[in-house]
């Protein structure tokens, strides 16, 4: 049997006028992913980009919740299904406005994954953007795969890869950093997320990882990348960032706030 043909036309069609598509990445769940992808998003609407938040993770969509558009609905129109904007240059879209049963999506199998996700990069109307962050499911199965190749990536694109300091989701994001190998997919860098502890009622920072602390670094010298930054666990910070605020709102002098400054200004 010959190679499978791959028809990507209609997406690339469709994200024509977007100038750089981001993936967030992270080896499993649970690291702070859709916290960075939804902050970034943020981040860069604040900065005056036109900015496009879309979360395919079928299994676990949480950006509804943590933008605050859990009972949201999206329309469709002539051009297709419409983000839902935040403010005028703020658009979001998950896959989970549109899935009614979360329980059975977890269920499906590849094929019926890939084609929503195609579908979905197909038919959302994001017009003109300076940045389409994407928020991807964790892992680097063939879901991961299709959607790259889906994306049709260029040097203007790439991947942002979320970790915390503990070996075991290191070792993930070995995988991780294969995969964009295999796949041709550029990284942008690292973020290094629950990256120590600060204290809600004195503020210090406390190295709870400690002694596996500095794993980010090593992890980023090895494979000659770059640590974008190390984002401390911040319970007040990221209480409120889950609101769906951004970060420069609830807690502009917070050092997570300091730290996704640092980040967004190394990708611009
Ligand atoms: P993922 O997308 O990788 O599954 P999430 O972004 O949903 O992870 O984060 C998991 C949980 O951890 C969320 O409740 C989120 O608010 C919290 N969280 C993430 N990063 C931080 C942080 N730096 N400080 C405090 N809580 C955090």
Redesign the pocket.
Known sequence: GGKQVLDNSEIIANLKQVKHKILVL?GK????????SSQLAHILASKGFDVGLLDI?IC?P?IPR?MGLETSEVHSSNNGWQPIYINENLGVMSIGFLIDNKDEAIIWRGPRKNGLIKQFLTDVAWGELDFLII?TP?GTSDEHISIVQYLNLTPNDGAVI?TTPQEVSLSDVRKEISFCIKTKTNILGVVE??SGFVCPNCSHHTDIFHPTTGGGLQLCKQYNLQLLGK?????K???S??KGKCIYETAPDSI?AQTYTQIVNSLL
């Open positions: 992270s769940g649970g690291v702070g992913k859709s916290t960075v993770d676990g949480s943590m928020d964790p979320v997320n629950m984002i401390p666990l911040e319970p910070v990221l209480l960032a889950e997570a």
